[in-house]
């Protein structure tokens, strides 16, 4: 067998005599219908899976086998299925960079070694360049773990569970009945500063209950946990343990259980938590239930099953859709594709092993990458609100990881790859056309650009028919579809309580007019104090007046009256403020629209028309006219159908009225329909589409990025 000339190594590996390390163990595994070997090493969890031909030649080499001789010997009774001299030397130092390998002691020997110490400096080195995510491995939980097993057989067991369901459920009844309290004013509580560091210690203990969950869970099928330590997650130290033991169990349903095992035991003790903070009273403990409540449930969610990142969801999903390292492979078929398709580089191997395997690597390569800079950059905004330079670093960082690097790894290909030697030019002109293609469609070709939000079907100025006094409904004047001109009775109120003031309010001024004309000519000086008290009078006999005045609701404007509330309601008790009906001109209905700063901006300076699609009626799609914009901004909503409560994308928060207002200040547009039948059900929500000139897809994510450094940080 001669040595590859892309490949330096071989004539160096073919006359060694490795074999595997004592302490590594082999397992067979089936994934997706296909057999794979397991090498795993006890003491470690380190493991590598290999097919049954590259383990037939593995398996060859015991000591006393060269390399050579073991490949020819697979070569004979594999043929062409038996791995080639690349793929045995990957195999040779992958296995000996992760200690499942030791030599025969020959300066070759040494050679492989070095390979593998290179390849494990530069894991070393890639992991450095994960800041948000550094492990450190303090020491062996083994022991500890084993005199734990009584609980973990008692925790994954089917009385654990009953346990666990009847808990969680109790705490998510109880967290739905005051969903009110739990939901109010969330950043404000989390945030402040007496509570920071408290919700730090607090995430950092259920952390260490989380991984202790996992390790309890691989003890219980028998695994074995050699590693425990500290990781840097977003710079707050927490635990974590190595459970990759749990990669031997031969179920998927145990191997699911074992990532699961955090969550599980997360979301049991906030159970607990939610349960005893509705019944201890006011104060620190209450407040450190409410952190252990939410870290231990919306975190857990939000992160930990989220399998977009590298925790435990990302592990359920690989192993239940029978894929192990999704995300290694998934980069990797990436960079095969684009090596293959193209560079047109035809020697490029994918890594893909089975059928089924390629829409779940494109797919998540894509998500998973585009979810990293997204919550990276979320990551490093928030934190340059309180650390300023650390998030700019952050988000230099991500700039550098997600774009840097990779540019400066293709360079690196592109001039100094082994591959393209003989080819170099012809890869490299390709690479410019793609590049200059790529820079044309997104720097020059304009591109559609728009802005959606909600809108709600209003009535026009003067259409709503508000109680302006409380009072009890005495006389309705009008039913509801007739049609009503402007000043036309539609309800009659009555408030005794406001006749009986007004009744006292007359009597005291007759009382203090008596007394003016009595101290006109005996007292000058007290004249002046009973004179400012008949003003004081006089004024809240007005205010009465007003009250009572309001008690009588006239139509504002002419066209249909509509009840805006079902049932009978005469004699009910109306408060000031709430809405009885609506009178709605012959299509002269609009659709109110509350929409940010930064996008009303983009509405006044480049909008080409609008669309409307409505929710109801199936859909009907229509087009619209602006009519109206309120030049000052406001935290009032026209509905709260807009805000996030009521389905829209305003985020509410209780105002200083006790009512519900947005966050940050919305600006109120109108828009006319131009379909009739997206003007007659009033209230009804519809989704707004604002055009816009079509400019580069560069420059519309540079304004995006503008606006956001504008509103955080005035630069």
């Not at 179920?251 to 074992?258: E, F």
């Not at 231990?296 to 939000?302: E, Q, R």
């Not at 089924?356 to 340059?384: M, P, Q, T």
């Not at 009885?580 to 480049?606: K, Y």
């Amino acid at each position: 067998m001669t040595a590859d000339p892309i490949n330096p190594y071989w004539q160096h590996l073919a006359a060694l005599k490795p074999r595997l390390a004592p302490h590594v163990r082999v397992d067979r595994q089936e994934v997706r219908g296909q057999l794979w070997y397991i090498i795993r090493d006890a003491t470690s969890g380190r493991q590598f899976r290999v097919t049954p031909e590259a383990w037939h030649f593995v398996g060859l080499l015991d000591g006393e086998r060269s390399v050579s001789d073991a490949l020819a010997a697979s070569s004979d009774i594999l043929g062409d299925l038996a791995p080639g001299e690349g793929e045995a030397t990957r195999l040779l130092t992958q296995l000996s960079t992760l200690g499942l390998m030791v030599g025969d002691g020959s300066a070759d020997a040494e050679r492989l070694y070095d390979q593998a110490a290179k390849l494990q400096r530069g894991r070393r080195i890639a992991q450095l360049r994960t800041p948000l995510a550094i492990r450190f491995p303090l020491f062996d939980p083994d022991r500890l773990l084993v005199r734990l097993a009584p609980l973990g057989r008692a925790i994954f067991s089917r009385i654990g569970l009953l346990v666990w369901l009847t808990v969680v459920g109790y705490g998510l009844s109880t967290a739905l009945l005051h969903s009110d309290e739990l939901s109010a004013n969330v950043m404000d509580r989390l945030l402040s500063a007496e509570n920071v560091l408290a919700m730090t210690a607090i995430f950092a203990v259920l952390k260490l209950f989380h991984e202790f969950g996992h390790g309890l869970a691989v003890r219980r099928w028998g695994g074995e946990v050699h590693e425990m330590g500290m990781m840097l997650l977003v710079l707050i130290p927490v635990p974590y343990v190595d459970a990759t033991a749990a990669n031997e169990f031969h179920t998927k349903l145990r191997r699911a259980i074992v990532s699961a095992a955090g969550m599980y035991v997360e979301l049991f003790l906030a159970a607990l938590a939610i349960i005893l903070w509705a019944r201890v009273e006011p104060g620190m403990v209450r407040a450190g239930l409410y952190n252990a409540a939410l870290i231990g449930s919306v975190s857990t969610l939000i992160f930990n099953l989220n399998p977009l990142l590298r925790f435990d969801g990302y592990y359920i999903l690989s192993d239940m859709i029978g894929i192990p390292n999704l995300g290694t492979r998934s980069n990797a078929y990436f960079k095969y594709l684009v090596q293959r398709y193209i560079l047109f580089l035809d020697d490029s191997v994918t890594p893909e092993t089975q059928a089924g395997e390629k829409r779940w690597l494109v797919c998540y390569a894509i998500a998973a990458f585009l979810y990293r800079i997204v919550i990276v950059l979320a990551i490093a905004l928030a934190v340059s609100q309180m650390l300023f330079f650390v998030g700019v670093a952050l988000a230099a960082w991500a700039v550098a990881q997600f774009v840097l690097l990779p540019v400066y790894q293709m360079l690196k290909f592109l001039f100094f790859s082994p591959r393209l030697r003989g080819g170099r030019v012809r890869v490299l002109l390709r690479a410019v056309a793609v590049t200059g293609v790529l820079a044309f469609l997104v720097f020059v070709v304009p591109a559609p650009r728009s802005t959606l939000t909600w809108g709600v079907v209003w009535v026009p100025e003067g259409g709503e028919v508000v109680v302006g006094s409380d009072g009890f409904v005495r006389d309705i004047a009008v039913a509801n579809g007739q049609s009503v001109v402007a000043g036309q009775l539609l309800y009659r109120l009555d408030n005794d309580r406001t006749q009986g003031e007004l009744a006292r309010l007359h009597a005291r001024r007759q009382a203090l007019a008596a007394q003016i004309q009595s101290e006109f000519v005996e007292d000058r000086v007290a004249l002046r104090v009973t004179q400012l008290e008949l003003d004081q009078v006089e004024r809240r006999i007005a205010e009465a007046r007003d009250r009572i005045d309001s008690l009588t609701l006239d139509a504002r404007i002419g066209g249909m009256f509509s009840l805006a509330l079902s049932g009978d309601l005469t004699d009910r008790y109306m408060m000031r403020g709430e809405r009885l009906g609506f009178v709605i001109p012959p299509d002269q209905a609009t659709v109110r629209v509350a929409i940010r700063q930064q996008d009303v901006d983009l509405v006044r300076a480049s909008l080409e028309n609008v669309q409307l699609f409505s929710v109801g009626d199936g859909g009907v799609r229509g087009g619209g006219e602006l009519v109206r914009e309120v030049p000052a901004s406001s935290t009032e909503l026209p509905s709260l159908a807009l805000s996030v409560m009521g389905g829209g994308d305003i985020e509410v928060a209780q105002g200083e009225d006790g009512q519900p207002a947005a966050l940050t200040d919305v600006f109120h547009l109108e828009i006319k329909p131009e379909r009739v039948e997206q003007r007659r059900r009033i209230g009804e929500k519809i989704r707004v589409k604002f055009q816009h000139e079509p400019v580069p897809l560069g420059q519309q994510i540079f304004l995006r990025l503008r606006q956001l450094f504008l509103s955080e940080f005035n630069v």
